[in-house]
Structures are given as C-alpha cells and as structure tokens.
C-alpha cells in the first residue's frame, strides 16, 4: 500500500477529493517528505510521468484496451502499461489524469512535405497547377528561411493534430532538421534528389553529396533520421536511382521516394524499361529494398504488390492528396490484408491541405469502403493500425514506436472525448475515424516529454510562427501576380 492509497482511504470532504484527485500524487509525495509515510511511499517505484484514468488504446498485437488504464513513462520510454492497478505500484512528480480520455500512440505520418504550408490553398483547383504555380514558385521562392519558416508551421499544425513522427522530402532539411529539434517531435527527413537544378543542389549528384553531409551531421541525433529522397524514378536517372540504392544499404538510411503516383510517371518508365510499371522497373534495377518507403502507390498490380512484399519495402498510403488530385485509389486496402508494410500519410499541404493524419481517417474508410462496394470493407480498427503500428512498419521503426507497449519510446496522444463532436464513445477506433478531428488532440507528448499541454505548445512560440509563415504569404502573393498568375 503506498501512501496515496492511505490518502484515498481518508475521509474527506468533496472539495479536498477534488484536489486530492487532481493532485493525488503531489500531495503524497508532500506528506512522505514530511516523513509521515515513509515507509509506504518506499514501496512505489518512481517514475517521470503518470498518465491516469484513460482509456488506453495500445495498439499492441492483441489490440489490447484498458478502459481505466494507466501508462507510466520513465526518462523517454513506457514502462507500464495496464489497468488502473498501476497507480499503487508507481508514483511520480507529473500526474496527468485525464478523466476518461482516449490515450493511444502518437500518430505518424509516412509521408509530408512540411515546409509547403506557405504555398497552401493556393490554386487548388488549377488542373496544370504543378507547372503554372507549384515549380515557378519553388524556383524563386525556395531557400532556407522559407523552410524553416514552413516547416515551422507545419510541426505545430502536426503536433497539434497529434502527429508525434514525421517523414518529409524537401530542400535543405538540415533546416527542417533544426526545427523538428527545437519542436521536440521525432522526423525521418529526406534531402530531395532530382535530375533538374533546384534551390540545395545543381543536379542529382550535388543532391546526393547534399544528403551525405546531412547524414554524416545527423546520424547520431535521438529523434531525427536523416534519409535519401530522390523525387521519383521518372523525375532521376537509373544510375542515380541505383547509386541511392547502394548508399543507403551503406549507410543504413532510409530512401523516401513518390512510386507508381501517377500516369505520366507510369509512360516514362515503361518507354525507359520495356513496358515495366514503376515498380517492377526499381526492382529491375536493383533499387527496390528494405530501406525504401513509396508514397502513393497507385498504379500497382498484383505482380508489384508481391515485389514489394518479397522487398520489404514500406508504402505511404495518401488518401485525400490522391482523391483531391483525381490520380486514383491505391488499393492500400488490399496491401494491408496482405501484409505489406503500409501506413497513412497526408501529403504536402498543397496536395492534401492538411498534415494532421487524424484528419485522413474518415476519408480513408470511406473512400476505401466505396471503391469496394461493402460497408464493412475498412473497419474503424484497420485504419487506427495503419496510422500508427502499419505507419511505423512503414518506416520501419515498429520496435521504436507506433504502440503503447513496455520498452517502446513515449510518443502519446490523448485524444478529448468531452468535446461535443466526440460524445458518446461506444466504440473508441470508430469514435476516432468517424467523430474526431484534429482540434480534439488534448496533449502529445514525444520521447517521454509533454510538447502540448490542453492545446498549448510548450516548446516554440506559437504565435510568432504564424506571424512569420503570414509575412512570408505576402512574398508568395507578390510573386504569383508578378509572374502574371492570379492569387486563387
Ligand atoms: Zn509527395
């Protein structure tokens, strides 16, 4: 019995159970060191973070659920997972009881590219708008300040929407790099690579330098994974494409690529290969392996989906870049049952407007559930997975992250179920897919860290970020309507 069960056992007026709910284990620890129960409180380990009375989706192998569970966090790893028992067995300085709420694992983006958020909204509908604002614009407007600018206000729209891990492809993410340290979030960055001379790099091969140093610069960090991102295979050579592939089996680095996306790519690579689709092409060529995660993956058919299984590749599944674009449905569902490793992405913000995966979910079941034809085709629970565990295989980082189990990193998310658009729960992954969105994410914590207490980030300002990202929309204005495009 530790000195906190005493305290529960006392008499007391409503008032002090309030506070002694609220701050139970602060006060017991107050009353110890006064040395009144010493003797008690020895028998409780101590731990850094307890978070109490939640229901705990763990998203472990037997989808287990505590519906009065406890999660207990020591320096950046869970240590405890279970029912409310573990409140005896356990006690810390930081107590987050969240009164019912949904607790589950920090969601994980498998695909973004973060520091697009100053070019969000902009022409959505324009159907050649790749040509006539997206590259016009990065030509003159890439450069570190507009990353870090932009990547700024994507970490905060992604921590805030719940995303504690994210996989990006843009230019100088050394610069993304530094804002995802500062945030406290957890990032695999890819230095994009391609054939066309861009803002970080002349050609393919300066690309490939560019990311070496990167690599070399953030090999060791605790939460940042620095990786190879050649654009796709139509926009680079094979060599290029076949020389990433050995560097990264070298260096042991991811290689984020766009992979059988859309129709044009699918024309050049069959006129360059003899016919074969882009994924039969990479694994041609020697470059399709473990270390490589394809974003969007559209354009494949049963015999690609065995090569990327026997691969082992990951996939980035976009929902609402791929339908908002009009490019298709992958049949992720059908890579899911199969078991490849396949998790959600949401995309640049200019192709799926927002970075917050909470906020694919409905899209995903539905849209999934159409194109089959059966209501029960996408079941709430299969989406959880492939926006947590599936993102982390994905990734390959599942023995890290992507479940609330002992030994796994603390990246958590409490969802708010008092929220009038989240009551009642009868089923929390439904609830999740169908009920929430973004705004609901109440706290993240990552690597055993609180970044967002009841919707405050605590790391960077707020604030300032959006200021600069708005100051930064006026360059983007002036830009557009110089170049005789309109701002729509
Ligand atoms: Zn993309």
Redesign the pocket.
Known sequence: MTCCDILRQLPIPPFLGLIISMKRTLLATAIASLGLFSAFSQAAEQADLIITDAMVLTMNQDKTVYENGTVVIKDNKIIAVGDESLEKKYQADNVLDVDGDIVMPGLINT???VSMTVFRSLADDVPDRLHRYIFPLEAKLVSRDMVRIGANLGNVEMLKGGVTTYAD?YYFEDEVAKTVDKIGMRAILGETIIKFPVASAKNADAGIDYTLNFIEQYKDHPRITPAFAPHGPYTNTTETLQKVAKLSLEKDVPVMM?LA?SDREQQVIAERSNGLSPVAYMESIGALNKNLVG??MILVDEHDIELVKKSDMGV?H?MS?NIKSAKGVSPALKMYDEDVRIGL?T??PM?GNTLSTIDEFNQVAKVHKLVNKDRAAMPPLKVIDMATMGAAKALHMEDKIGSLEVGKLADIIVIDTKAPNMVPVYNPYSALVYSANSANVRHSIVDGKLLMKDRQILTVDEDQIRKEALEFTDVVRKTVIESGEVVQ
Do not use: C, I, P, V
Request: hydrophobic share 25%; glycine share 14%; proline share 0%.
């Open positions: 695909h973004t590219h492809m766009h996306e974003a969007h980035a976009n870049a992405g995309d640049g192709s």
